[in-house]
């Protein structure tokens, strides 16, 4: 999709233009210069919500690491002075830690709009493929972000994680050297501390990379649309700005309420508080939880009653979504027009939603008619699983669309249209 | 005729071209290895976290039927003084279906005292005390059973507790390490 070009007037302007045009980038990625669909609705805000947050939380870490001491006997009173000592320390501390929950909530909803409306079919795979890399990064990111106040949550979750990986040890028979790489020691201690605090700088600066490299491989097709056929011509389009950088800024002051109102009225709501209480090597807390938004995940693990197939289930599980593009074959992208492939995502972000609040329960908990937490983990993994596994591939092929539309504009005039009948 | 020997000439002059170009690529290739393997090296335990000292235990506060921990090497260690009955069971567990299969005789250098690693072989936290299906420990991470002899009986847990190298340096001392 060649946008059109910067032609500046000012002369200032066109010296700097004809030396770096990089007014013209700005213009024809986030300008008047690039056009997108005219139809967008505000499922099409959470990729500039999710840019925002990445700001955010670069913008409040790197005050944060100003204040903050990576020690194993100092990290947790440098947080509790951020808190309690340092100027404003407390609301940029609550702005971060929730700041990542609030990415993570945009970004799930920014994949499942992906999934709804067919995004990541061709020929937009590979945009696709930098979103979850995009994500798997964030997780890394949030994970070691979370053990550096090296409270009981942070410790023990580091210990449970950085574990996962002793599945490859168990595999090559390397007897817990990749462990003690990743640790720096023989249990989670001051050097993982230290390494864990230097990635979790470094990352979200690897991500601001990526994320160009995503918008970049968005401008080549530009954006869908909840219709998912094609934009033909300067009838189905609109200038990016002023129209979707209004639209976005609207949905971007809804957004910043709604991280006000956790930020300001509840800011430990989605923390765990045995993390105010110093790391203990000697003791785990009864019920250790990740952050809720590793959850589903999570309940995928405890739910295969092996270690190594729980671990390769986990990983599984998110990087099965790279084989998404094949594994719906369907034609048609959005689901508007597949009323059974909807129905069964529906079932899959319910499904979702259960598993997280599974991950939080413990395991020989009652649910329902004597099935326990445990027995509804392995059914909703199995449902997790089939749907990329059987129900796509199988309703993709089998099922028959309703009529498309035959352009983003007929659509809208036949929307419009004063109805003859009535 | 004259034709082939330029041939063979050409052939020649390749080769030679050809074997430089690998052995460049091979020295180049050997020498990025070199320079990496520092860069990932560092991240292994460094020389004061590997010469942490052993662990002297001394086995006369721990009453018969109570277990300890001790921190070694940033990680717990259960010192168990079991009792009679416990013995007995571990002992005739030997023969049930066991995950990992080890006798307990195996596992104790001394029948009532049981030494053993307190980090779940799961994903590392620390079993509970006299809790679970068999009478032995507990993780509460994932639900792990182990028995009174630390062996894992049911739950995702792969093998036992694992027994650190240990001796008695006399009937009331062992030292860890
Ligand atoms: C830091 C995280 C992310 C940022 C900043 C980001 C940014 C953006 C932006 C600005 C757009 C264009 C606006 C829009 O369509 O909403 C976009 C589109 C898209 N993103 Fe992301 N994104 C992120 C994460 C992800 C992830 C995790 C995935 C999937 C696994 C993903 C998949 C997509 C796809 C498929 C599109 C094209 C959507 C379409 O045009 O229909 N993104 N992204
Ligand atoms: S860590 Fe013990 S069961 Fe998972």
Not at chain 1, 284 to 309: D, G, M
Not at chain 1, 331 to 345: A, D, T
Request: proline letters at 6%; a neutral charge.
């Amino acid at each position: 999709m060649a946008s059109k070009k910067f032609e500046p007037t000012n002369p200032a302007v066109k010296w700097v233009e004809d030396r770096l045009p990089i007014m013209n980038l700005v213009y024809g990625t986030l300008g008047a210069g690039y056009d997108a669909p005219r139809n967008l609705n505000y499922w099409w805000n959470f990729g500039s919500l999710a840019g925002f947050m990445l700001v955010v939380q670069i913008l409040t870490g790197v005050i944060l690491a100003m204040h903050y001491t990576p020690h194993v006997d100092m990290a947790f009173n440098s947080v509790e002075h951020i808190m309690r000592d340092v100027n404003y320390g407390h609301i940029l501390r609550y702005v971060h830690a929730n700041g990542a929950s609030m990415f993570f909530v945009i970004v799930y909803i920014h994949i499942l709009r992906g999934f709804y409306f067919g995004s990541y079919k061709s020929p937009r795979e590979i945009l696709w493929f930098l979103g979850i890399i995009i994500f798997l990064i964030m997780m890394a990111t949030g994970f070691m972000g979370y053990v550096l106040p090296w409270g009981q949550m942070s410790f023990w979750g580091a210990k449970v994680i950085t574990n996962l990986f002793s599945v490859f040890d168990d595999l090559l028979g390397t007897d817990g050297a990749i462990v003690r790489l990743l640790w720096g020691g023989f249990a989670v201690d001051n050097p993982t501390l230290n390494r864990f605090y230097s990635l979790h700088f470094l990352l979200p600066f690897v991500l601001a990379g990526v994320v160009i490299l995503h918008i970049w491989a968005l401008h080549i097709p530009g954006s869908t649309n909840p219709l998912g056929i094609d934009a033909k011509g300067p009838q189905d389009k609109l200038p990016f700005h002023p129209y979707y950088s209004a639209k976005d800024l609207f949905g971007l002051g809804v957004f910043i309420m709604i991280f006000g109102a956790f930020v300001f009225y509840v800011p430990n709501i989605l923390g765990h508080p045995d993390n105010y209480i110093m790391a203990n090597p000697m003791s785990t807390p009864a019920h250790i939880v990740p952050e809720w938004y590793y959850l589903p995940f999570y309940a995928i693990l405890r739910s295969v009653e092996s270690k190594l197939f729980g671990v390769l289930a986990m990983f599984g599980s998110i990087l099965i979504l790279f084989a998404l593009p094949w594994l719906d074959v369907s034609k048609v992208r959005s689901l508007r027009f597949r009323p059974l492939s909807r129905f069964f995502f529906w079932i899959f972000v319910v499904n979702g939603i259960f598993l997280g609040w599974l991950g939080q329960a413990s395991l020989e908990m009652e649910v329902f008619m004597g099935l326990t937490v445990f027995d509804f983990g392995q059914i909703s993994t199995a449902y997790y699983f089939a749907y990329f596994l059987v129900i796509l591939p199988w309703v993709s092929r089998k099922e028959t669309p309703l009529p498309l539309p035959t352009s983003i504009a007929q659509h809208i005039l036949d929307k419009n249209a004063p109805k003859e009948e009535v | 005729m004259t034709a082939k020997v330029q041939d063979n000439n050409q052939d020649e002059e390749v080769t030679r071209r050809n074997f430089i170009y690998v052995a460049t690529g091979a020295v180049g290739a050997v020498g990025a290895i070199q320079v990496v393997w520092p860069l990932v090296d560092q991240m292994n335990p460094s020389a004061d976290v590997l010469a942490v000292s052993s662990l002297e235990v001394d086995l006369s506060a721990i009453v018969e039927g109570q277990t300890s921990k001790f921190l070694f090497r940033g990680s717990p260690v259960f010192v168990r003084h079991r009792t009679a009955d416990e013995i007995a069971r571990a002992e005739k567990e030997d023969n049930d279906d066991l995950k990992d299969p080890e006798k307990d005789s195996d596992r104790v250098q001394k029948k009532q005292w049981l030494v053993m690693s307190g980090v779940c072989t799961h994903l590392g936290c620390i079993p509970l005390d006299q809790q679970g299906d068999f009478g032995g420990w507990f993780c509460p991470c994932h639900g792990s059973h182990y028995d009174i002899s630390g062996r894992i009986r049911k739950g995702p847990a792969p093998t036992n507790l694992p027994v650190p190298k240990y001796v008695f340096l006399n009937d009331n001392t062992i030292k860890i390490g």
